[in-house]
């Protein structure tokens, strides 16, 4: 049975103010679903939702049963989470950390460190195996955090802005690298600011893109839709401009609407 | 095994093994006596309590995200001061304890576990975050620390000289019989902690991410918290609270030899262990002719060490 998150309905409302409002939305493994949205849509709530890092109403199911149910090494088994914030500043190794990461598996240290490494690479960076993770510079920190979400080898991948503090070389690599894990047959929902990185994970017109605003599903496209830059211009309440580049489609968000 | 953690093992069995040849001289019976009943039942009780603090200290470092946090951090020491008070009070009247147990222990290991416990089953209630477990811990201290004030306010001067005297912990006996009390608690508490590094090193990444990886953090905070309690209630009921081992000493060894919960766990029990009898060795000899509490040189030799790790880190 392919992995799959579903979330039916769902609403999250924390101290008064709703931050969910019946969301629906689906991904499985070999699917790329991309999450855009404002600041504040309630697209980490969902993620954090996802998790069981808080309460939500409706369902969240994993392969189909409450994710309430599913326990902590078996969810770790089928979702992978690669949060925003920056990663420890205690004094811990990279090696180390990206090893922790592997606390689902029964495994010797000498097994964990292997697969830790085999990520390291992966994700670029195997040079930084025996540093101080609080000695890396932000962009290489975040190349460590997504070692660290290799390792776990769960099917389905949740992305939480992982181009953040990247610059344009390693942000193009970062997609490119996705891309190749999607179509090896994981499933990824990645929340994105910036709509045309996901043109670096390929075939475009199986990306699915769901726009989220103040809570809410506002609208589920391919990214190949010739309609897009106007759903995304109402969600962000600015005017996105569509330029050819080469084969590539770019969203040029413009003058104010 | 990196060389640096190598060569602070061997100084540390060193310390322990030629601690009890250090003092005044062992010449006939009397020597005998004296390593064999007094000295080296005291350098294993040392180890095995300095170990204890020291292990638990690291643990609630890491389960708490707060380098501040130690054994009394979660009211372990404050419930047992209480305990102690309370049966320094009562002890004339209650009269021996079965099993010949001293009441002064029995009734500071029940405060100390009851207390500690409370925090323990609050922090696994699953909603608790970690602060808030923090914050119940200095709470429930403060709340121990003023009910022992009241009682002591209505002890007389024997009593009150016998409760200070026991809230500066001590480690001098004659025999094998506190170690014998205590090592079961330490060796639950000791397996139980090491038993847990796997999902310690991923909570040191963040309570958020080791849930994500499959850390079940309300259980295995409320597990290390209990079983800790367990251990240190042992400790400080027959020795009393010996001051800042189980947090300096975590410190000490994070510096030396880095934060990796596999070398950081165990290398936090053994220079435990080695700092108490180091620090025991020199509060028996410092002063001749008479003893000074531990708590007060583990303190006075532990924080200007821990001030200049430091002050020399890169």
């Known amino acids: 049975m392919a992995a799959e998150l579903s979330f039916n309905r769902v609403g999250v409302e924390i101290s008064g103010k709703r931050l969910l409002q019946d969301v629906s939305l689906r991904v499985s493994e070999g699917e790329f679903v991309a999450l855009l949205g404002p600041n504040g849509a309630g697209k980490t709530t969902l993620f954090r939702a996802a998790l069981g890092?808080?309460?939500?109403?409706?369902?969240?199911?994993?392969?189909?049963?409450?994710?309430?149910?599913?326990?902590?090494?078996?969810?770790a088994g089928i979702l992978a989470w690669l949060p925003q914030q920056a990663l420890v500043t205690e004094a811990l190794s990279v090696l180390d950390l990206v090893a922790g990461a592997r606390f689902r598996f029964s495994e010797s240290r000498r097994n964990a460190e292997s697969a830790a490494r085999d990520a390291l690479r992966q994700a670029g960076a195997e040079v930084f195996a025996d540093r101080i993770v609080s000695t890396l510079s932000g962009g290489e920190q975040q190349r460590v955090a997504v070692a660290a979400l290799l390792a776990q080898e769960a099917p389905l991948l949740l992305l939480d802005e992982p181009a953040n503090h990247l610059d344009p070389a390693h942000q193009v690599s970062l997609y490119r690298l996705f891309g190749e894990l999607w179509r090896a047959g994981r499933g990824v929902l990645c929340i994105s600011h910036d709509v045309n990185l996901l043109s670096h994970v390929g075939d475009a017109a199986a990306v699915r893109v769901?726009?989220?605003?103040?809570?809410?599903?506002r609208f589920e496209t391919s990214y190949t839709d010739a309609d897009l830059p106007?759903?995304?211009?109402?969600?962000?309440?600015i005017h996105f401009e569509s330029v050819q580049a080469g084969s590539r489609r770019v969203l040029l968000p413009g003058a104010g609407v | 095994m990196r060389p640096r953690v190598i060569l602070i093992?061997?100084?540390?069995?060193?310390?322990?093994?030629?601690?009890?040849?250090?003092?005044?001289?062992?010449?006939?019976e009397s020597g005998e006596f004296i390593l064999q009943s007094l000295r080296i039942p005291r350098v294993i009780m040392a180890c095995l309590v300095g170990a204890t603090l020291s292990l638990v200290g690291a643990c609630y470092q890491t389960i708490l995200a707060n380098p501040l946090a130690a054994p009394s951090t979660v009211g372990t020491t404050a419930g047992a001061t209480l305990g102690a008070l309370v049966a320094v009070l009562a002890g004339s009247a209650l009269g021996g304890m079965p099993g010949g147990m001293p009441i002064v222990a029995v009734f500071a290991f029940v405060a100390a576990l009851g207390v500690s416990l409370f925090v323990a089953a609050l922090a696994g209630s699953g909603r608790a975050r970690v602060n808030d477990v923090l914050l119940a811990g200095v709470a429930i201290s403060l709340a121990a620390?003023?009910?022992?004030?009241?009682?002591?306010?209505?002890?007389?001067?024997?009593?009150?000289?016998?409760?200070?005297?026991?809230?500066?912990?001590?480690?001098?006996?004659?025999?094998?019989?506190?170690?014998?009390?205590?090592?079961?608690?330490?060796?639950?508490?000791?397996?139980?902690?090491?038993?847990?590094?796997?999902?310690?090193?991923?909570?040191?990444?963040g309570e958020e991410r080791a849930h994500s990886q499959g850390v079940n953090v309300a259980r295995v905070r409320s597990l290390v918290l209990g079983v800790g309690a367990l251990g240190v209630a042992a400790?400080?009921?027959?020795?009393?609270?010996?001051?800042?081992?189980?947090?300096?000493?975590?410190?000490?060894?994070?510096?030396?030899?880095?934060?990796?919960?596999?070398?950081?766990?165990?290398?936090?029990?053994?220079?435990?262990?080695?700092?108490?009898?180091?620090?025991?060795?020199?509060?028996?000899?410092?002063?001749?002719?008479?003893?000074?509490?531990?708590?007060?040189?583990?303190?006075?030799?532990?924080?200007?060490?821990?001030?200049?790790?430091?002050?020399?880190?890169?």
């Not at chain 1, 989220?212 to 599903?217: N, R, Y």
């Not at chain 2, 100084?11 to 062992?26: E, K, N, R, T």
């Not at chain 2, 009393?240 to 936090?268: C, E, K, T, Y």
Request: net charge positive.
């Open chain 1, 53 to 75: 890092l808080l309460r939500a109403s409706g369902e969240v199911l994993l392969n189909g049963r409450p994710a309430r149910q599913v326990g902590g090494r078996e969810r």
């Open chain 1, 210 to 217: 769901v726009g989220l605003a103040q809570g809410q599903v």
């Open chain 1, 230 to 237: 106007g759903k995304l211009g109402e969600i962000f309440g």
């Open chain 2, 9 to 28: 093992l061997v100084a540390c069995v060193a310390v322990a093994v030629s601690a009890p040849w250090i003092g005044g001289a062992l010449e006939g």
């Open chain 2, 145 to 205: 620390g003023a009910v022992s004030a009241g009682l002591q306010f209505s002890a007389d001067e024997l009593q009150l000289y016998a409760a200070i005297q026991w809230s500066l912990g001590h480690l001098p006996q004659v025999g094998y019989r506190g170690v014998l009390m205590i090592a079961p608690f330490v060796a639950i508490t000791g397996g139980v902690l090491l038993s847990q590094t796997r999902a310690l090193q991923s909570l040191a990444a």
């Open chain 2, 235 to 314: 400790c400080v009921a027959w020795c009393g609270p010996i001051a800042f081992v189980g947090l300096i000493v975590p410190h000490i060894v994070r510096l030396s030899v880095g934060s990796s919960r596999r070398i950081l766990l165990p290398m936090s029990a053994v220079m435990g262990a080695a700092f108490l009898v180091a620090c025991d060795t020199a509060a028996r000899n410092v002063l001749p002719g008479r003893e000074l509490p531990v708590g007060v040189l583990t303190a006075g030799i532990g924080a200007p060490l821990l001030v200049w790790l430091v002050a020399r880190r890169k």
